[in-house]
């Protein structure tokens, strides 16, 4: 499967791998080149980023791992799932907020992007149009109603495969 999240991650990778293999092999060249090794700072700063540039390789070749063993056929079809576009009506005040719900690399709360395991993601998981539910929030219970659902498979602004 290859979802927007997927691709993103890949050429994140691919970015830090370049640099890893070529762009800073040649800047360490250039501090070696200051002289003693012990009091240079910028070969310093460019060994600091080298193992910054391994460890965050390291952590999306994880995370693409653990991506790759989603299906877009285990998503469920009538009900919320990664990729969902949720239309809730607030219990308390019948206003309407919309959510998308994304896997946390891709959260935004200003732009309505809500992680799939955030305690309102959790909570909306499976559920279809009609449900009511429930929401610890610091700020006391909330309740709402799921009013609108439009999942992976029925968005035309996703080219999942």
């Known amino acids: 499967m290859d979802l927007p999240v997927m691709r993103r991650l890949k050429k994140e990778l691919e970015e830090l791998r370049y640099e890893l293999k070529t762009k800073l092999p040649k ?4 501090a070696r080149a200051h002289g003693d ?3 240079n700072a910028e ?9 910054y540039l391994n460890a965050r390789i390291g952590q999306l070749e994880q995370r693409i791992r653990d991506l ?22 607030n219990g308390e005040d019948g206003a309407e907020e919309k959510y998308e ?7 935004d709360p200003a732009a309505g992007l809500i992680s799939i395991s955030s305690p309102l993601g959790r ?7 009609g ?9 006391g ?11 992976i498979h029925d968005r035309k602004d996703l080219n999942v495969s």
């Open 27 to 30: 800047e360490l060249e250039v």
């Open 37 to 39: 090794l012990r009091e």
């Open 43 to 51: 070969y310093e700063a460019c060994k600091e980023r080298q193992g």
């Open 68 to 89: 790759s063993l989603y299906s877009v056929h285990s998503i469920p079809r009538d009900a919320v799932g990664y990729g969902s576009r949720v239309t809730l009506e």
């Open 101 to 107: 719900i994304v896997f946390p690399e891709e959260v």
């Open 123 to 129: 909570a909306l998981l499976n559920k279809e149009v």
């Open 131 to 139: 449900a009511e539910i429930e929401v610890a929030t610091p700020k």
């Open 141 to 151: 219970k909330r309740s709402f109603q799921i009013i609108e659902l439009l999942t």
